[in-house]
Structures are given as structure tokens and as C-alpha cells.
């Protein structure tokens, strides 16, 4: 845990993870952020690991740790009177209440902007949606496949544009990276409140997302006004900014933007003295003309060693250049150890996993996260922090609006 935003208590009403993304950030920064979840079906991720889509895990919720590390949960029933009213004491506790309810919703239930300011006039108000708060769609969900990976351009971007079938998306992908915008929008309202007493609405939209992320390419579109063309990589304009397979099937990524400085270099590393002045590839103009049998050239001589052979080959070069590794040898890669971008943390029951850090550190102090809450297991701690009596508490457990 860090310090940053020690004594900032934020409540999430929110499910999945586009939003409770952001809420994990916020409690890797230091806030006490508070996890409101159904006292009986709690937040639907709890029941995936059951369900079969969390598999070889070893028993270890992933889809749960991950967005939710750091924060505690209670249980509580928002549709009852009694239930809202345990909400609206810790809204007036609170400086940021943050959400991914549907406006219907929200209104239905009573915690819309207007409602949650009556009680808390200076609080952030934070909502995530899937399309934005104006037009046609502002009123309707979307998970990332639909708003941000499909809608966005994102799926198009990577497919081969050929009409075979783009790429799946991977897990919360466009989720994780629009809850780290939350939580930003969240610290920038922060430092205008404290500035100017004012509280802010903040509004993050898996699309919007999805715009900024996609903005070379969404801008380049506008102005040529056509799409962007697809990469080919037998044909890329800079040879040495390009991926190549290896004799074992792995794959190194190049990004030798100042081709002709590493071209000698990069040739003798290759064991390839002889394209250094080959007439076709001496320089990067020539390269650029010649780019397919240039591609072709070192096609054929990565191919022909494995990928230990020119890790090796490539130690100590000045140019910039790393291997495609796998989600699971990113456990095992030394800078990513050294700097602790996977910190280890145990489950409820004990079971010893890592967690990915989200990206930001201060004073060079790799993150120290907790696990995520079990289901309400922080309700009798927080409502006798409000105050609330051993028998209100129970009354509340017999009336079924806590858990």
C-alpha cells in the first residue's frame, strides 16, 4: 500500500471490473475504498470461478483479486429503505463515490448525482460508462468487447483486413486501461477540490477509451480521410523496425528507427557482414525500395537460429529490440521482478498468487497490495466505524438490508 491518498475514503457501488478498476488504483494509492456488493449475490465476478470461465486458477478468483485488491466489502441491500440509508451515512463519510450503474438505475435507486450531493455536497461523483452521458446509446451498457474493442476501432485495427475473423479480445482489456482513466479523472478532481472547494462530476466512457488509445490511428484516419493502411510485415517500410520468427518459433521485435546508425551493427551481429554495403540494402533509401528482399535477407537468417542463439547475438546492442514473451514468462523476467510490477499477495484461504501493480510508483517504491475482500466481510467493521450500535446492526442483519 502507498501513502499517496491516505485519508480519502471513496464508496463503490459498481460490479465487473471497468469500475472497480479503478477503485483497486485508488487503494494502491492509499484510499480506503469501500466495496458496497448485494448481500446475496454480491458482485457477479464472485460467481465466475464457479461457473467454469475462471479455470486452473487453484481455486484463486483472478477476475475478482485483480480489480478489487486493496479495498473492504460490505454487504448491503440498496433497494430497502434501510439499506439506502446505510449507503447515504457512508456517502457522508466519503470523497468520492464512483459508479457504473445505468442512469435508470441510478435514479431508480436513488443515487444519482443530485441524491448523493444532498447528503455530501462536496463530493467527486464518478460514473463509468460504456458509450458516454449524451446521445442515443447514453442510457445503454456495454462491456469493453462491445464499446471499446468492437465500437472503438480497436478489433479492426488488429484484424488482417482480409475478412477473416479480427482477433479476440483478451480479458477486461479495454476494462483494466479505462479504470486506470477513472482513477485519474478521480485525483484531478481531487486537487480541484482542494483548490477550490468544488466537488466534480467525472465521467470515463470505454469508448472514449477506446479513441485515445486507437488516436494515431483515428486521427491519421480523419485526415487522410480513409483508414489507416494494415501493416504487412513482409513488406514493412523500415526493415529493421519489424518482427522476426526465430528456428524454435519465437519472435523478436525490432525498433531500429534510426536504421542506417545500427545497420552495421545489426548486420555483424547477424553473422550477415555481407548486407552492409549490398547495394540494395546499404542505406535506408535504398532499403525502403528493396524493403521485401531486405525483409526476405534477414527472414531467412533469423529462421535459421533459435531464439537463446540471438538473445546471445543482440546482448549489449545499442539498438532497441526484446523478445514476444508469453503472459506467464512475464512472472519470471527480471526487470519486471526487480521493480516489482508483480507483488505477491495471498488470497482469504491462503493461497499465494501475484498481482499486476497498476503502473504508477512513487519515489521509485514498488507497490504493496492486499488481497481482495470476501463477500461483506467488512460490514460489522464499517458500520461500527458510523457509529451504529451491536443491536442497530443486527436489527439491520434480521431485516435482510446488510449482510
Known sequence: ?????????????????????????????????????????????????????????????????????????VGIDTGTPEGLEVLMKLVETADVFVTNLLPD?????????DAIRSRNPKIIYARGHGYGTKGDLAAQGGYDLAAYWSRGGIAEAYSAGNGDYPPVQRPAFG???????????????????????????????????????????????????????????????????????TQDSRFISFVLLQADRFWSDFCTRLSRTDLIEDERFSHALVRFQNRVECITELRGTFESKPLSHWEAAF?????????????????????????????????????????AASPVQFDEAPLELRRAPSHGEHTDAILTELGLSEEEIIELKISSAIL
Open 105 to 113: 438505475s441510478r435514479a431508480r435507486m436513488g443515487v444519482d448525482v
Open 315 to 355: 546482448s549489449g546492442f545499442d539498438g532497441v529490440w526484446d523478445v514476444l514473451r508469453t503472459p506467464y514468462e512475464v512472472h519470471n523476467d527480471p526487470q519486471v521482478i526487480a521493480n516489482g510490477y508483480l507483488p505477491r499477495t495471498s488470497d482469504s484461504s491462503g493461497n499465494e498468487f501475484a498481482l
Open 1 to 73: 500500500m502507498n501513502d499517496t491518498l491516505s485519508g480519502i475514503r471513496v464508496v463503490e457501488l459498481a460490479a465487473w471490473t471497468f469500475v472497480p478498476a479503478a477503485g483497486a488504483v485508488l487503494a494502491d494509492w492509499g484510499a480506503d475504498v469501500i466495496k458496497i456488493e448485494h448481500p446475496e449475490t454480491g458482485d457477479p465476478q464472485r460467481g465466475l470461478i464457479s461457473s467454469g470461465v475462471v479455470t486452473g486458477s487453484g481455486g484463486v478468483n483472478h477476475f475478482v483479486e485483480q480489480p478489487n485488491r486493496g479495498k473492504r466489502s
Open 175 to 245: 476494462d483494466s486501461y479505462g479504470g486506470l482513466a477513472i482513477a485519474a479523472g478521480i485525483t484531478a478532481a481531487l486537487l480541484k477540490r482542494e483548490r477550490t472547494g468544488e466537488g466534480s462530476v467525472v465521467d470515463v466512457s470505454l469508448l472514449n477509451a477506446a479513441i485515445w488509445q486507437l488516436g494515431p490511428d483515428i486521427v491519421g484516419a480523419g485526415v487522410l480521410g480513409a483508414d489507416i493502411p494494415k501493416f504487412d510485415l513482409s513488406a514493412m517500410p523500415n526493415p529493421v523496425a519489424n518482427i522476426y520468427k
